[in-house]
């Protein structure tokens, strides 16, 4: 299904964007799944998203929890097409568990700040670098609603996942002290770092390896691709609509002996 360039991008970003790869209909069902619970607590109204102000934590918080009756959506569950789960199995190069049993996670932002800067200090992977270099796994993000620039989505560094794979296990918070010692990431790291935005414009390096910070923004039916190796961070919503995506992660049986088990969404 994926062509020659598709795998050379994804080899050297560790991150691929399909547009408009899950059908209408299937996002349709998933976001009424989303309203249904949201409706109900009076955050929309006649078909108006009626939303806490900003910095309303409580309330904010209020319709997160509500947003639990969503778990295990079977409306969730479609958006793992044959093609999905196709795509993830061909870029993990490997046999990864299909896990398809288990729905995908929403990931849902309220508005909650009036300025976006990428963030320094909550950069971080979910799940260590493993002895045989390779990715732990797949972990895909599918975009419900249109999610423009400064609107929650994710950002990752494109290219990091090239980075510290020794042939050890590397946790998490190491592969970050690591990856410190570099001027690149110590500056993205590092609050006292100035024009911050500057990262998502300009590459950098680190010997030959090119980086990227990457904002996950796209269209309705889009889907990314990422190897779990990225760093990665969540960002604050500074639109005036909420960001409604889902992300799911398909695992490497390396990643399971690990951990002992199938790590949670």
Known sequence: MLCQTDHQTFASRGLIHFPGLIPEAITEAAVKAIYKPLTRLGFRRDNTWQLPAINDDKLQRAGIVG?????????????????????????????????IHRSPQLLFTFPNADIWEIPYSIWHLDAPRLPDGKAPGIQLFVVLNNLPPGGGGTLVVA??????????RISSKEVRRRLKREPYFASLLSRD???RNQFLQQAGHVGEIELQVIELTGNTG????????????P???????PRIMLTHRFISPALVADYGKVIAD
Do not use: Q, Y
């Not at 290219?159 to 050890?168: E, I």
């Open 67 to 99: 947003l639990k009756d969503t778990k295990g959506s079977a409306a969730f569950r479609d958006a793992l097409t044959p093609e999905v789960i196709s795509i993830a199995k061909e870029l993990a190069g490997e046999a990864v568990l299909d896990d």
């Open 159 to 168: 290219g990091s996942h090239r980075l510290l794979n020794t042939g050890a």
């Open 193 to 195: 770092s100035a024009e």
């Open 222 to 233: 889009d889907v990314f691709f990422m190897d779990m190796r990225l760093l990665h961070a």
């Open 235 to 241: 960002t604050r919503n500074c639109r005036d609509v």
